[in-house]
T-cell receptor, first 112, second 117 residues
Framework: GENVEQHPSTLSVQEGDSAVIKCTYSDSASNYFPWYKQELGKRPQLIID?????GEKKDQRIAVTLNKTAKHFSLHITETQPEDSAVYFC???????????FGGGTRVLVKP | GAVVSQHPSRVICKSGTSVKIECRSLDFQATTMFWYRQFPKQSLMLMATSNEGSKATYEQGVEKDKFLINHASLTLSTLTVTSAHPEDSSFYICSARDPGFLNEKLFFGSGTQLSVL
């Protein structure tokens, strides 16, 4: 089955700096890669996603890149703000709407 | 956006009892729902895929007789943790696929924190 590795497990950045989270996956048939933000005790919130036919996608301060050959994808958050502090999960699936395999999560702390 | 309601949000039970968790799609019909489990400070692990009108598909290592899934209607899937033990204490969360978005959108429930004493 699919295996998704995520690094780092924790990330502390100064407000205004950028944060980068990296994930690798093992199933070459995976084609859909969403990123979720989760606050303690809450449901995961989809923040951005990318499909395998696209190399990069941007939405305001958030961007995701995908290297399908190398089987890795990354989340970039620019101009970080304290409200960006949360746990972020990458995930992979064979198609949007299918079951997701999640990475281990990254706890991001943005220091004011 | 679509709403998925999950109840209860928190439950405390004694060891050996059974607990039922409900996942409802409020404004769409979900033929497929997924159940995940999340231990403290860990990732979400898929337990099973619930399909309306048929048996659930369980992931490897998940005991189907312990975690009973019923998806008897297009808007409701239930997860029953039978004979719960302290090691079953976890955050359980469902997600439902909304067919209105070409079957591509998943919406998560609010989760259920289960504590087994």
């Amino acid at each position: 089955g699919e295996n998704v590795e995520q690094h780092p497990s924790t990330l502390s950045v100064q407000e205004g700096d950028s944060a980068v989270i990296k994930c690798t996956y093992s199933d070459s048939a995976s084609n859909y890669f969403p990123w979720y933000k989760q606050e303690l005790g809450k449901r995961p919130q989809l923040i951005i996603d990318i499909r395998s036919n696209v190399g990069e996608k941007k939405d305001q301060r958030i961007a995701v890149t995908l290297n399908k050959t190398a089987k890795h994808f990354s989340l970039h958050i620019t101009e970080t703000q304290p409200e960006d502090s949360a746990v972020y999960f990458c995930a992979a699936s064979r198609a949007a709407g299918n079951k997701l395999t999640f990475g281990g999560g990254t706890r991001v702390l943005v220091k004011p | 956006g679509a709403v998925v309601s999950q109840h209860p949000s928190r439950v405390i039970c004694k060891s050996g009892t059974s607990v039922k968790i409900e996942c409802r799609s409020l404004d769409f019909q979900a033929t497929t729902m997924f159940w995940y489990r999340q231990f403290p400070k860990q990732s979400l692990m898929l337990m099973a895929t619930s399909n309306e009108g048929s048996k659930a598909t369980y992931e490897q290592g998940v005991e189907k007789d312990k975690f009973l899934i019923n998806h008897a209607s297009l808007t409701l899937s239930t997860l029953t943790v039978t004979s719960a033990h302290p090691e079953d204490s976890s955050f359980y969360i469902c997600s439902a696929r909304d067919p209105g978005f070409l079957n591509e959108k998943l919406f998560f429930g609010s989760g259920t924190q289960l504590s087994v004493l």
